[in-house]
């Protein structure tokens, strides 16, 4: 089973690549690109996505940052979750080509989804009230 998914990811990979590689054609006026392409070129636009959702989670962590009792607490399991996240997504997209469009799509899904969960963790602890400041 591993190698028949090992085996799609890999032909995926080389179907995107050579779409990709179509991308830096010129395209004339009133003609369309394919939609594959027009889905890669989305990356920036995820990449605003992730900076956005990253932003909230900085603003929720500030919030709760200033509310503890031990804050250096708060501050070590942060930095420890982003050395997890990061290395996390790394291993999740091991299958795909770094360098690549798609890596780079799947690294900031991997990304949004982990930060997104994160939110959720500091919203639940500003709901426990667990340790505060009172």
Known sequence: MRNYIVTVLFLLTFFLSSVAADENQIVKEGEKKSPFVEVLDTDQDVADDYKKIEDEMNVIYMKLLKAQLKPELLKKAQSTWETFRDAECEYSNSCIKKGTKLYSLA??????????????DFETQIKSSCPVKK
């Open 107 to 120: 690294q900031y899904a991997c990304l949004i989804r982990l930060t997104r969960v994160r939110i959720n």
